[in-house]
């Protein structure tokens, strides 16, 4: 079946550290891959997508990702965290043939001033 | 940018009754909506998908008579909780496709969920 796996569940980090989170999904075929971030009482908001093309990404607010096919990894980065990054963080996988998401367990990310 | 607009966000009712919780897409149409369930601390669960003018379709293990859901127009779906009971407490979270793109690259709106609790 098809899965979204992230490994760090909660992440706490200094302002200005750099962050790195890990998403990778079951197996190959074509995919549309997404990060979302929902901050404390809001709706889910789109940080960026990959559909085709460069497969480093980058989104809003100085995210970036990078799709690595052979590890079915969409791993998200940001170079230097900022306090207002304090949210969770959720990837999602679309495979080609269906507009359903899959996404993965979330990341809680903790920044401190 | 394109809302969705999520009602009510919070219910607390007795078991036995039901909900009716509301999508709206409110600046685009969309032809699809999505209905999720998210527990604590857990992922967001895709429980169907609605479309427009048609039957939704349910994902495995989501009971269809329980989680009844209506599209009716372009830009309003309901989920219908019927008879609710304590272990139906849970965090649902709508989407809407639409807003711009085409086919696979049309994005998703979220709505801001709605808290139920059944005493």
């Known amino acids: 079946a098809q899965s979204v796996s992230q490994h760090n569940h909660h992440v706490i980090l200094s302002e200005a550290a750099s962050l790195e989170l890990g998403c990778n999904y079951s197996?190959?075929?074509?995919?549309?891959l997404f990060w979302y971030v929902q901050y404390p009482g809001q709706h889910l908001q789109l940080l960026l997508k990959?559909?085709?093309?460069?497969?480093l990404v980058k989104g809003i607010k100085g995210f970036e990702a990078e799709f690595i096919k052979s590890k079915f990894s969409f791993n998200l980065r940001k170079p230097s965290v900022q306090w207002s990054d304090t949210a969770e963080y959720f990837c999602a996988v679309m495979w080609s043939g269906t507009y359903k998401y899959i996404f993965g367990t979330g990341t809680r990310l903790k920044v401190l001033a | 940018g394109a809302v969705v607009s999520q009602h009510p966000s919070w219910v607390i009712c007795k078991s036995g009754t039901s909900v009716k919780i509301e999508c709206r897409s409110l600046?685009?149409?969309?032809?699809?909506m999505f209905w999720y369930r998210q527990f604590p601390k857990q992922s967001l669960m895709l429980m169907a998908t609605s479309n427009e003018g048609s039957k939704a379709t349910y994902e495995q293990g989501v009971e269809k008579d329980k989680f009844l859901i209506n599209h009716a127009s372009l830009t309003l779906s309901t989920l219908t909780v019927t008879s609710a009971h304590p272990e139906d407490s849970s965090f649902y979270i709508c989407?809407?496709?639409?807003?711009?793109?085409?086919?696979?690259?049309?994005?998703?709106?979220f709505g801001d969920g709605t808290r139920l609790s059944i005493l």
């Open positions: 989407s809407a496709r639409g807003g711009g793109g085409h086919g696979m690259e049309q994005p998703q709106h």
């Open positions: 197996y190959g075929g074509t995919v549309n």
């Open positions: 990959y559909f085709s093309g460069d497969p």
């Open positions: 600046d685009f149409q969309a032809t699809t």
